[in-house]
């Protein structure tokens, strides 16, 4: 099955600096990319996603990257806001109709 | 997301008790999940169903039991073969596997 690993575990940055979020996946037919954002005790929710015929997508501050071949993704974060601070998790998936896996999160903190 | 909800928000378990946390959408949403969190972890899948009376067990499915009678609903039954029951619990919705998943609020279960 799908095996989602997510580095860094924590990252803290300084207001208005970049945050990088990066995540590897194992089964070369995952197709989707979620990311979701989790603030403390609340939901995840779904901040962008990309499909596997895509290798960027852009959201205002939000951009994912998609490397197929290495089987890897990432979130960028610019311009980060202390309202950023959040737990951030990546998954893969949608093979077949298969689930996607989430990776275990990281802790973003932006510091003032 | 106001088309999921669950309930109740905190859940209080004594020793040898099931419990039952309930999940609905009004999404029109065929499949549907449970996940559990531990505290700073990440999102681990316990049962999921991707059309009405049929579902398949997650990664940590022993001590836990689901239904699916109606499209709308996905009923969780903490059982008390389920030893360490205190943990965060999500319910998702997607209209299908490889298609975004919308969260409830969570569920809250302690043990007494």
């Known amino acids: 099955g799908e095996n989602v690993e997510q580095h860094p575990s924590t990252l803290s940055v300084q207001e208005g600096d970049s945050a990088v979020i990066k995540c590897t996946y194992s089964d070369s037919a995952s197709n989707y990319f979620p990311w979701y954002k989790q603030e403390l005790g609340k939901r995840p929710q779904l901040i962008i996603d990309?499909?596997?015929?895509?290798g960027e997508k852009k959201d205002q501050r939000i951009a994912v990257t998609l490397n197929k071949t290495a089987k890897h993704f990432s979130l960028h974060i610019t311009e980060t806001q202390p309202e950023d601070s959040a737990v951030y998790f990546c998954?893969?998936?949608?093979?077949?109709?298969?689930?996607?896996?989430f990776g275990p999160g990281t802790r973003l903190s932006v510091l003032p | 997301d106001g088309g999921i909800t669950q309930s109740p928000k905190y859940l209080f378990r004594k020793e040898g008790q099931n419990v039952t946390l309930s999940c609905e959408q009004n999404?029109?949403?065929?499949?549907m999940y449970w996940y559990r969190q531990d505290p700073g972890q990440g999102l681990r899948l316990i049962y999921y169903?991707?059309?009405?009376?049929?579902?398949q067990k997650g990664d940590i499915a022993e001590g836990y039991s689901v239904s699916r009678e109606k499209k709308e609903s996905f009923p969780l039954t903490v059982t008390s073969a389920q030893k360490n029951p205190t943990a965060f619990y999500l319910c998702?919705?997607?209209?299908?596997?490889?298609?975004?998943?919308?969260f409830g609020d969570g569920t809250r279960l302690s043990i007494l």
């Open positions: 990309i499909r596997s015929n895509v």
């Open positions: 999404l029109n949403h065929d499949a």
């Open positions: 169903s991707q059309i009405v009376n049929d579902f």
């Open positions: 998954a893969a998936g949608g093979a077949g109709g298969q689930n996607f896996v």
């Open positions: 998702a919705s997607s209209s299908r596997a490889d298609q975004p998943q919308h």
